[in-house]
């Protein structure tokens, strides 16, 4: 069926009606989207109030909502605004609906939760209407629409339970219509503007980028010689300024004295109109906002079902001790566990570490260390010589003299090693190996006294065993000196490699000890890393689906 063009749309060309019908129809796919996505979650609630968002923005409906406390007088400022007696002089008393009034045929509906949709005459059958909507566990939503008033098919006039209510029902009731808004009109009594509520409410509705109007309602009750009306307006107006809310217009009335000569109804009435006239941009702004806000009633759904993974990672939080760690850091825990790693990692390396540097300063020391000198070469060659076949000394007891001859050399060439090995590489030796594990923290008197005990005898039956068969010339002299050195060299490095790995089996049993004093510090401080890792991932899932909506939200703006 082809839609009936607004009357305030009359002259405008039917090519801008539809792309406005169409930007707003994709408006209500982008929100009915989100709603969908909205209860993939679990979301019980906010994904029907995008739905209803949703048809409202494809009908391209203008809400506007009235709100304030129950002696405002806003149901009887509605029927003053509509020429005719739709509502009760006091709202309909259920504690769980709003009542819509729009244009268009003639009829009362009322939305219930398990009968469907009943149908009143809104002329004949108003209290049965009324009697009906007693019970608010049956009622969601009461609709009227009549002709021949200001209003269209997609124009409609909220009347909301008072929030000054007792029963809080009646608050959630206004509550729940509130998204669907695209104007608030805030009606306080004369007596009570400068109530906590009024404030607090107007407020939330500001923050929520909703457009808002005051009417300072039964101005008939002031009294001019108490304080004259315009010190009056301007209290009003600073008092909110106090609470920083900038309503967008104020209007002063009086339904009891049309004719009094402050009341502006007709301001009122006129502003209303303009209002009207204005559907499509406040309704694309409207929506837009209630969204946002929906959006954020979604998170906070969701942060609430996250609520116990939340308080069980925070409770463990809690109970965990780290010395030197700030436990609400992150970065500082991730930090002090990475330090710990390092450290285990360290431990499981440090004797081995330590072993390869002993050994290489052990390989240093008898690299460095001279054992064969000029002197050292002449006593070689002269014992050599004697280890010749055809030695012979004398002439009588030649045999005896030979030997004796043999025997000095050796002893001569034995005196000369040990004195090069003690003066050049026993003392050293000895040294080095005392200060090895002082070098790692460990003192051993036991240890120090075995090294210094430590003996390494050269004999004469072992520079007698180095000598090989054919030794006869000078150049293997010079190999025989060599081998003397490295054989007393070898002795040297298996004593030491002895003692290198005494060293290391302590530094062994210190690193085990560490390692299981560090280890506990580890679990605690996965623990902790764990924990905020929990909460990082539920906070960083609520801004992601955050962000997605909004993204949604954006595009299809």
Known sequence: MERKKDERMVGVPDTQVMERDTDFARLADTLERIGSMMEETGDGTTPGKMAQLAEKTRRVELNIAFCGHFSAGKSTMINTLLGVNLLPSNPIPTSA??????????????????????????????????????????????????????????????????????????????????????????????????????????KALKDRGKPVYLVVNMIDKHIDFELDFDSYKESVEEAFATWNIRPDGIFYTSLAEPDH?????????????????????????????????????????IAQRSAAAREALENRLEALAVDGVDKSDAAQAEAALREAEAAQSALASRAEEARKQMEKELTALLDNARLTYYSTNEAAE????????????????????????????????????????????????????????????????????????????VTAEFLAALVKDGAGTREYVMNYCSDISNAIKAEYHRAGLAFIEQVTARLRQQAEAEAEALQARLGALRDLVEIHAGLAALAESERTVKERLRAILREGA
């Open 97 to 202: 609906n709003v009542v819509k009034i729009r244009g268009g045929e003639k009829a009362a509906r009322v939305y219930t939760r398990s009968s469907g949709v009943l149908t009143f005459d809104p002329d004949t059958e108003m209290e049965k209407l009324k009697q009906f909507a007693v019970d608010g566990d049956t009622v969601e939503w009461v609709e009227v629409s009549y002709p021949g008033t200001f209003l269209d098919e997609r124009s409609s006039l909220l009347d909301t339970p008072g929030i000054d209510s007792t029963d809080a029902a009646h608050k959630i009731a206004t509550e729940s219509a509130l998204h669907l808004a695209d104007v608030v009109v805030y009606m306080m009594d004369y007596n009570h503007v400068q109530a906590e509520e009024n404030f607090n409410f107007t």
């Open 261 to 301: 000569p402050e009341n502006q109804y007709e301001a009122f009435r006129e502003k209303l109109l303009a209002l009207i006239g204005e559907r499509e941009r406040l309704i694309g702004e409207s929506v837009v906002h209630s969204a946002e806000h929906l959006i954020e009633e979604h998170m906070k759904g």
């Open 382 to 457: 002269r014992y050599l010589e004697s280890r010749k076949p055809g030695f012979k000394v004398g002439l009588f007891f030649a045999a005896r003299k030979t030997e004796e001859e043999r025997a000095k050399r050796l002893d001569a060439l034995l005196a000369d090693v040990r004195e090069k090995v003690a003066g050049n590489l026993d003392f050293h030796f000895k040294d080095l190996m005392s200060k090895l594990p002082e070098a790692y923290g460990i003192r051993d008197e036991d240890y120090h006294a075995a090294v210094h005990a430590t003996r390494i005898e």
